[in-house]
């Protein structure tokens, strides 16, 4: 027989992909090999099931002699090559001349790509192969080497028959140090990545009797490891994309470090990727039955697949388009990854329903106390909320509450336009009633959910209030602009701000309803304000109505102007515009005397002396400031804690001064009943 290869097999164990985290797969693909060999010299009434048989040798770094004689675990010492030894039909003239093939399709139709032995190449130096087979009811023998040289195959002979009649060995030899470092040394991890990889073999009992040992004889028999660790409850799904089946095995397995999902050809594990990204309440631990403790294992197999293995047998001849049309009856493995999901989720629905169920009880309480505002949603979107990532921390929780609900939100909005296209009588169909009474039902709700969230807000602003007026670690107290803030945005306009970001209710709730509001800006840069002044007030605000009436047509427009000082503040001093906040703030009210004032409609109006104009300062009274409210005649309110004062001689003018502490209570007090309701 002619051994010279077709083509240079050192350009094709050089073009040959293996990523340096899969040392294991030459030892997958010798083995795989020695099963079609089984599998083969069966079909030929050779052998029988029960007889055959692979044998896995692990040579490790030591004398060889030292190492066969040790009782312990041989572990701890490094492999350095692998002795696959089967009995199955042998490397006869047909299976010898595929070999020497580069390119060979002898194997093609159960899954043989022809290159399985260039993937060995890749992390070992070199082959040996030993075989013997029957020709003619006679034992023939070979005997040669495999290296990744031009010329590749070595050293041929025809060795001793001794007695065997048939099978192969084969030496993975000597490993190449950068995949060796990948390389587990243990024995029974190195069985179980078998197990796996071939566990469809093991599930459909295809598989050969497989043991794997140590030089000193310590051995784990694959089938034995299969119906321990690995055969426990095997679940099955089907599904179909097109006019392609696909087949699904769910099992369980205590040898993995995590849930996986596995995409196969021909019986064998080509792809595996987390199934936690893809199922998040499977968690990251093992599940615990009983005294067992596992991870599931998934296995998805089909004809396609087989069809399409790439050939170094790591990837699919697909794409895998997470983007894909999901409409398209084009296969790509996006597509067969959701499908397969979804028959995983069918498996595991008594687990995964419990899991969930226990998710959304312990969300309960955080959205009842803490996020009231997302009560509804456990009413209208409680399939997603029980599909939320475990675990999440309220803030975490919050934002996805959020994004379920502006779905919904959007939903609902979509509803409502279809039901105005449909232009019915709501009582003229039975469908369209339904439809009706749903939609009133889900846009009552939002607006509960727009008011709880609006009450959270307004707790959350009274804290954070709380929090900036008490002095920090060092002693000091927060600057007015950062507390102006929290009011309403510094140096911006009412055009700017909604109305519910504005948080001006903390000083009263009517000043929410104004014409417009100046932050920070000078008489001169607000556009409604007929004035050259350079001055600024802290907030200017204009109401074209009596500020502080419900009747719309009262007689009398007014500002109300509001000014904030530092907490604690106590430098004050009379008759210094830039020291005394009264002084300050009646300036501006002179400043705006016979001005001009533009109204909604565009209209100008004149501000005069019967101009009703309502001053708020907001600080602390320290004995400074209580020097000068009691030296210009302002009384305290009723409740002792601030400071008022009317003027009516040369303009109509309320003046209030409020410590930050009545500012607190007052809107803790108004507000009281609402954060009572929400129960936060």
Not at 383 to 394: D, Q, Y
Request: hydrophobic content about 35%.
């Amino acid at each position: 027989m002619d051994y010279t290869p077709t083509s240079n097999i050192a350009n094709k164990v050089r073009n040959t992909r293996l990523p340096r985290t899969q040392p294991l797969l030459p030892l997958f693909e010798i083995v795989s090999n020695s099963i079609h060999s089984i599998e083969e010299a069966q079909a030929k009434g050779i052998i029988e099931s029960k007889d055959a048989r692979i044998v896995i040798d692990c040579i490790r770094n030591g004398d060889q002699k030292i190492l066969s004689g040790v009782t312990g675990n041989l572990d701890q010492y490094p492999i350095h090559s692998f002795i696959i030894t089967d009995n199955g039909i042998g490397l006869n003239e047909v299976n010898l001349k595929s070999f020497i093939e580069a390119d060979t399709d002898h194997k093609i139709e159960i899954g043989g790509k022809g290159v399985g032995r260039f993937v060995c190449l890749k992390a070992f130096k070199e082959l040996n192969i030993k075989s013997f087979y029957k020709k003619d009811n006679e034992i023939k023998s070979i005997q040669f080497n495999f290296r990744p040289t031009k010329e590749g195959f070595h050293d041929f002979s025809n060795p001793e028959i001794n007695g065997v009649a048939h099978g192969t060995s084969i030496t993975l030899n000597t490993i190449k140090d950068e995949y060796q470092k990948k390389l587990p040394n243990e024995i029974r991890a190195i069985a179980s990545e078998l197990v796996s990889h071939f566990q469809l073999y093991f599930i459909n009992s295809y598989a050969p009797n497989i043991i794997i040992r140590n030089q000193n004889n310590e051995q784990i028999e694959l089938q034995t490891l299969f119906k321990s660790d690995f055969k426990k409850d095997v679940k099955t799904g089907h599904f179909v994309i097109g006019e392609q089946a696909f087949k699904v095995f769910l099992t369980k397995s205590d040898e993995y470090q995590s849930h996986k999902l596995h995409f196969c050809a021909h019986n064998r594990s080509v792809i595996t990727e987390g199934l936690f990204s893809r199922i998040i309440d499977l968690g990251r631990k093992p599940i615990t039955e009983g005294n067992y403790t596992f991870y599931y294992q998934a296995h998805v197999v089909s004809s396609i697949l087989d069809e399409n293995v790439d050939t170094e047998r790591i990837g699919f001849n697909f794409p895998d388009d997470e983007d894909e049309d999901e409409e398209t009856i084009d296969i790509n493995l996006a597509k067969i990854r959701r499908n397969s999901i979804n028959v995983i989720e069918h498996l595991l629905t008594d687990y995964l329903g419990n899991a969930r169920t226990l998710k959304v009880e312990s969300y309960k309480p955080i959205i009842f106390d803490s996020l009231p505002q997302y009560r509804s949603l456990l009413k209208y979107k409680e399939k997603e909320i029980r599909n939320l990532p475990p675990n999440l921390k309220e803030e975490e929780l919050d934002l996805e509450l959020y994004k379920l609900e502006s779905e919904w939100r959007l939903e609902v909005k979509k509803e409502k336009l279809t039901l105005l296209a449909e232009n019915k009588d709501v009582t003229s169909t039975e469908e369209y009633q339904l439809k009706y009474e749903k939609f009133i039902s889900e846009f009552n709700d939002i607006g509960k959910s727009d008011l709880a969230r609006y009450v959270v807000h307004r707790k959350t602003i009274i804290e954070l209030l709380e929090i900036l007026i008490e002095s920090g670690d060092s002693g000091k107290f927060e600057n007015e602009d950062l507390i102006h803030s929290v009011f309403f945005p510094i140096r911006s306009n009412s055009d700017e701000v909604p109305y519910d970001k504005q948080n001006l209710w903390l000083i009263d709730e009517r000043l929410t309803y104004h014409s417009f509001l100046a932050s920070d800006k000078t008489f001169k840069k607000v556009p409604q304000v007929s004035s050259d002044s350079n001055e600024r007030t802290d907030l200017l605000i204009y109401n074209e109505a009596f500020a502080f009436t419900e009747n719309k047509a009262g007689p009398h427009n007014s500002f109300t102007i509001v000014e904030f000082k530092k907490p604690e503040r106590d430098d004050y001093q009379d008759y210094d515009e830039n020291r005394n906040p009264i002084e300050q703030a009646e300036k501006y009210i002179e400043q705006l005397l016979d001005g001009k004032v533009k109204g909604r409609n565009g209209r100008q109006v004149e501000v005069t002396k019967s101009t009703p104009f309502y001053v708020y300062i907001i600080c602390d009274i320290r004995p400074s400031l209580k020097k000068i409210l009691e030296r210009r005649e302002f009384e305290t309110t009723p409740d002792g804690k601030g400071w008022f004062r009317v003027k009516s001689k040369h303009y109509s003018a309320y003046i209030e001064v409020l410590p930050f502490e009545k500012v607190l209570d007052d809107a803790k007090k108004r507000n009281r009943i609402l954060f009572e309701k929400l129960k936060i």
